[in-house]
């Protein structure tokens, strides 16, 4: 039961941004799957945010500079990161919010969109190719 209002407080805010492995889901999915480490947060909502992008003849991601193809292929991950958060999650009843910006933003102003979008008191900030290695059993005590 504590687990369940833990969940209603706290939202997980994912930040992701062009990879040169899109379109394949493989970070955030490994993220996603991680999140099985943190109990407590087993029904939170998710927020995920795709940082935008420049297209720019030279590839520079950290800069959110990516060419076309680069480009096609966040597009398509794009695409498949809604049916895949619509199968898993969405379809089970978790709340999950999926938005795009418009312009590359970088992390912070990232984050800073995300939590806009966030009702909850508290939220988990995470980075889409970062994982969850060991569990955490302690956030209420925590917060």
Known sequence: EKNESIGTIVSIL???SPSPC????????????SLINLPELVNSPIIVVLDGFIVSNEIRTKVGRINTAMAEAY??????LIEYM????????????????????????????GLEICETKYCLICQHDRVFLQGINHIGTVI
């Open 75 to 80: 597009d398509k991950y794009y695409m498949e």
């Open 14 to 16: 994912i930040i992701t």
């Open 22 to 33: 899109h379109p394949s889901l493989y970070l955030i999915r490994n993220l996603l799957d």
């Open 86 to 113: 619509k199968s898993e999650y969405i379809s089970r009843g978790r709340p999950v919010v999926i938005e795009r910006l418009k312009s590359h933003c970088g992390f912070g102003l990232s984050v800073k969109k």
